[in-house]
């Protein structure tokens, strides 16, 4: 009889350390801040540190790589095709929703090709949830421009504040050396067209181009100022080991690479161009917010993008700790700005 009891009382033992440790798993992303033996090796440094000095950092302003899907081929891509996963639609939604009540005011979806996806239908149908049922301020959209058509403008052109396409050259030449060409479409007169559309159903256009070794003696001041963007944001080539860097990336971006005395010449050449937003590498590393097709915050401080848990499983606070987010930086960079076109003071 002794030995039963004990027997028994071993087995409700360790089903009650079962829990226990089960329970121990599902609080580790809240207490890994806290540097507990055994946890210590599995957050970068700089992350603990970063939550250690301040408080969680407010999702303001939110880049959502919902595919990694493309139908260029950019030499310096740093968020390449590794997986062709996509969240479905409620899920998305559902995420979206948490990042509003978290704080969120500006969403940017991005890719990949974001129109690649249900030929725009899902990026539309999220941009319509956004400005319609979470009523952000900003909802705005990166795109190479390629696949967008006009009917996509007469259905959800109302809800977008900003349309971003991507150009790194008014040169042809040096767009398909750098791989931003598809077939015999020409991507500057795409370019032009897009702008006639976004000023046709008052929607802000912006132009971000990544200033590389193809591109970085080019004067752009007439195109620019012909186009009249709201922004034209001006990047450094930056390298990212696994995407375009290394032995397991998809790309091998180094022969595009400038440093940054070139690039501050670039920048020199276009100072007068009053819409221009320059980002060096150091201010993009750690100032964007990006989440993944899985919903899960990247980050870059170690010159790799390294995965939270998606939002979705952890919630927005637990996952937000270990993005290597630097809201400082966000803010110095002018990172916060005049972002909601019912805000904007544009001859459409």
């Known amino acids: 009889m002794q030995l039963a009891l004990l027997a028994r009382l071993l087995s409700v033992g360790r089903a009650v350390l079962a829990a226990l440790r089960g329970r121990l798993g599902a609080l580790c992303w809240s207490l890994a801040p806290l540097a507990l033996p055994g946890w210590r ?49 409620e899920e998305a939604k559902r995420g979206l929703a948490m990042l509003k009540e978290a704080g969120m005011e500006k969403i940017n979806f991005s890719g990949g090709e974001p129109f690649l996806q249900d030929r725009g239908e899902f990026v539309g149908k999220l941009v319509q949830f956004c400005k319609q049922e979470l009523e952000l301020p900003s909802v705005s959209i990166v795109s190479n421009g390629s696949l967008i058509r006009k009917q996509w403008f007469e259905k959800y052109g109302e809800y977008l504040d900003i349309l971003a396409i991507s150009c790194d050259s008014f040169d042809e030449d040096v767009n398909v050396l750098i791989g931003r060409r598809q077939g015999k479409k ?9 702008r006639q559309w976004c000023r046709e159903y008052a929607v802000a256009f912006k132009i971000n181009s990544v200033i590389n070794s193809f591109n970085v003696e080019e004067d752009m001041n007439e195109q620019i100022k012909a186009l009249n963007p709201v922004r034209w944001k001006v990047f450094q080539c930056l390298l990212i080991e696994g995407e ?51 919903m899960r915050f990247l980050n870059c401080r170690n010159g790799r993008k390294e995965p939270s848990k998606s939002i979705l499983d952890v919630g927005v606070e637990a996952a937000i700790k270990f993005s290597g987010f630097d809201e400082k930086m966000f803010l110095r960079r002018g990172g916060k700005y005049v972002w909601s076109k019912a805000d904007m003071k544009l001859d459409w």
């Open 186 to 194: 020409n991507h500057v007169e795409n370019l032009h067209k897009l």
């Open 244 to 294: 375009n860097s290394g032995e397991d990336a998809l790309r091998e971006a180094e022969k595009f690479v400038i440093n940054d005395e070139d690039f501050d010449r670039f920048l020199d050449r276009h100072k007068d161009v009053s819409c221009l937003v320059p980002e060096s590498n150091q201010k993009m590393r750690d100032s964007y917010l990006i989440l993944d097709e899985y």
């Open 41 to 89: 090796n599995s957050v970068p440094r700089p992350q603990l540190e970063q939550d250690r000095d301040g408080a969680v950092p407010t999702p303001t302003s939110v880049n959502y790589h919902f595919t990694r899907q493309c139908n260029y081929k950019c030499g310096f891509c740093f968020h390449t095709a590794k997986t062709s996963f996509v969240l479905p639609l």
